[in-house]
């Protein structure tokens, strides 16, 4: 579709045609002719790709002036999205919001004594995987149905809520009795059929940013779970590869200031997946409430030298409650409270 306007046109003319386009389902790139301002429609419906806009405009300074990610942009909901769970916790309130405990359920002593010192340094959330993402087959897999039970059991001792991974649809149906919020991990942020199907469900999602994944791919698949009707979404960013080999990765810490401004969804920081080294958690965990994190996923694990999955990134319980006293007097700053 294209779109001319005479030069007398006013930018606010433009403007009501460009959102006309926009709802028509339209990227919208725009260049001005010699006498008049020209907007293309691209995409569907339409049947102008930037290249042939370019050559039909005569000029080659056109530019796309809507995202392609037309729900999760932040002109969708300017005030921010905020998300109510059970027991009263927001998301994309004033508070952070912290989930932490092991990266794996292991056993129902190490989960319940998780969720007492995880409940015990003020987090809201517990976290833990019944079903991991392992890079070998020969790894620990997860505790699977019987890793759901225990979380909800001892969640519901301790008063918090449960995060926890999905990593295929069929998990979906059997996740839902016993879980507050679904994790989308890393490996799966662009397993589309996967994001298509959490956007059918009505429970809150926490997306993470894929390995490899550019902040625009990252508000890309975001936009297969809300397309679906769910708007409960909070992104996260755990860290990307790079050549840095010193940390396990490098966590993109300009990330959430940026997806902050380019989205109305709430943005967590995972400091402890983002560096994968214990002692460097904590730094990172303050700098990502700085840069303006609604809230943070951490590992935690009562005795991380035993820990199945991920030990030397797991936080000693003590090394939690002190970062959580650092957090309570940081978030102020930034008009926060934790
Ligand atoms: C996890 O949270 O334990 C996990 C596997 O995270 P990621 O998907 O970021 O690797
Ligand atoms: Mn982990």
Known sequence: MIVAMQGAASEQDIHAVIERMVELGFDVHRTTGAQQTILAGVGTPGHFDVAEFKVLSGVFDAYRISSPYKLAGR???????????????????????????????????????????????????????????????????????????????????TNLLVITEVMEISQIELMLPYIDCFQVGARNMQNFNLLRELGYI???????????????????????????????????????????????????????????????LPVFGDPSHGVGIRDLVPPMALASVAAGAD???????????????????????AQLEKLMAQLRQLAPVVGRHI
Do not use: W
Not at 87 to 94: A, K, L, M, T
Not at 101 to 121: H, M, N, T, Y
Not at 240 to 252: L, P, V
Not at 299 to 312: F, L, R, T, V
């Open 75 to 157: 002109s969708f909901r300017p005030e921010g999205t905020k998300i109510t769970f059970p027991n009263g916790v927001v998301v994309g309130g004033e508070e952070v919001v912290v989930m932490a405990g092991p990266c794996s359920v292991e056993s129902k002593d190490q989960i319940l004594l998780s969720a007492q010192q995880v409940a015990a340094a003020g987090a809201k959330f517990l976290r833990g995987g019944a079903f991991k993402p392992r890079s070998s087959p020969y790894s620990f897999q997860g505790m699977g149905l019987e890793g759901l039970k225990l979380l909800r059991e001892v969640a519901d001792q």
């Open 202 to 264: 009505r429970k809150p999602v926490l997306m993470k940013r894929g390995i490899a994944a550019t902040i625009e791919e990252v508000l890309l698949s975001a936009e297969y779970i809300l397309s679906g009707g769910n708007y409960d979404l909070m992104l996260c960013e755990r860290g990307i590869r790079t050549y840095e080999t010193y940390t396990r990765n490098t966590m993109d810490i300009s990330a959430i200031p940026v997806l902050k401004k380019l989205t109305h």
């Open 295 to 317: 809230g943070l996923l951490m590992e935690m694990h009562p005795n991380p030298d035993k820990a199945m999955s991920d030990g030397a990134q797991s936080l000693f319980p």
